[in-house]
């Protein structure tokens, strides 16, 4: 690598985004945000951020395992295979959208000792990844990822606006927070976490982002006017979680 594209590479922010299937896919494929999107990011990229965007699974994988549900039992492992192949499909079609601007590979297994910064070494502004291992998330995947890269920030694109501090769809008198520290946080997700759980981000990524000082955004990925201010450091809705 030259003297030149190695003070761009260490000079450019990157930002992690976890990209909830429930935006990708709800029902069937939202095309019209993923155009709208699509066009943040580059311009994004054009201002000189690099992206990692680790896919949900979304609607795909709850069709796929309830579908085997109604013919046989389904073990645990399966759900999360089906899950974590939902979650590649996912991946193809971003990088499939991106594809000027993504690295060409799928980050779907990093070997330890894979310097993922060689995602970006040709100038890409994007890599993306996907479902990793059984018994993970998608936040999990975007947390290791957010460390590997030493990323300072991970946006959390889902359908919830804030975290609250009790589950607002079973307290009426739920408040919203806007910004938390983790032990706060954690307090109110708790240390398990399992398939489909109604988290607003998952616990066990969260002791990980919490011992990395990471400083996680969760917001209403559909707002993409909202995820421009995010961008540019403006007021935003959402919760920032920061120690
Ligand atoms: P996610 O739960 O991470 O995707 O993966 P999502 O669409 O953002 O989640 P929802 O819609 O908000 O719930 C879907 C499923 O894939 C499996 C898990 O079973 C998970 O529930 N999975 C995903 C894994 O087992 N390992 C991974 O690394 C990722």
Redesign the pocket.
Known sequence: MNKKSKETKETKETIVI?L???LIIPNQIDWQFLKKFKEIIISEIKKGKQFAIVT???YT??EYIQAARKITKVTLDD??????H??RINAHLIKTIFRKYAHSKINKNPRVKEDLNNYFARGEGIMIA????????????ATIIAERLKAKKLINL?NIEYVYNKDPKKFSDAEIIKKIDWKNFRKIVGNKWS???NAPF?PIASQLAEKNELEVIITNGKNLKNLKNIFSNKNFQGTIIKD
């Not at 759900?79 to 974590?84: A, E, L, S």
Request: net charge negative; aromatic share 8%.
């Open positions: 976890s909830g299937g429930s949900g699974g979304g994988a709850r759900q999360d295979w089906i899950g974590i939902a979650t996907a479902g990793w291992r059984p018994g993970w998330s998608s936040d999990l995947v889902s398939p489909g759980l998952d």
